[in-house]
C-alpha cells in the first residue's frame, strides 16, 4: 500500500508561485509513476503532469505547459509541482496519484491518491 500526502497549496495572487509536494511512504517508490491532476467545483478532474518515477521523461497538460514543472526527489521519496505565472483558472484541488507503471494521462489508471490541496489564484 502506497501513502501520498500532499502539501504546499494556499492562496496566491495571478501571475505568482506554489510549490506542490507530495510525500510517499513505503518501499518500492521507485516503481511508480507519479501524477498530479486537479479539479475545479462542476469540472471533472483534469490531467496536469505526469512523470516516471525512475525516469526522465514528463507530460504536461496544455494548459500549464511552460509554466508548470514536475520533478521528483528519490531521496526524499517526494514529488513536487512547481506552478509559474499562475492564473485564476489554475484554481482547484491539486491532487498527487501513483500507478504501475508508465505515466497515464487517465485518472482512472492510477491506483493510489492523495486528498488533495487546494489551490487559490486571486485576480
Known amino acids: 500500500q502506497v501513502q501520498l500526502v500532499e502539501s504546499g497549496g494556499g492562496l496566491v495572487q495571478a501571475g505568482g508561485s506554489l510549490r506542490l509536494s507530495c510525500a510517499a511512504s513505503?518501499?518500492?517508490?521507485?516503481?511508480?509513476?507519479m501524477g498530479w491532476f486537479r479539479q475545479a467545483p462542476g469540472k471533472e478532474r483534469e490531467f496536469v503532469a505526469t512523470i516516471n518515477w525512475s525516469g526522465s521523461s514528463t507530460n504536461y497538460a496544455d494548459s500549464v505547459k511552460g509554466r508548470f514543472t514536475i520533478s521528483r526527489d528519490n531521496a526524499k521519496n517526494t514529488v513536487y509541482l512547481q506552478m509559474n505565472s499562475l492564473k485564476p483558472e489554475d484554481t482547484a484541488v491539486y491532487a498527487c496519484?501513483?500507478?504501475?507503471?508508465?505515466?497515464?494521462?487517465?485518472?482512472?489508471?492510477?491506483?493510489?491518491w492523495g486528498q488533495g490541496t487546494q489551490v487559490t489564484v486571486s485576480s
Open positions: 496519484a501513483a500507478r504501475d507503471g508508465s505515466g497515464s494521462l487517465k485518472a482512472a489508471t492510477y491506483d493510489y
Open positions: 513505503g518501499r518500492t517508490f521507485s516503481s511508480y509513476a
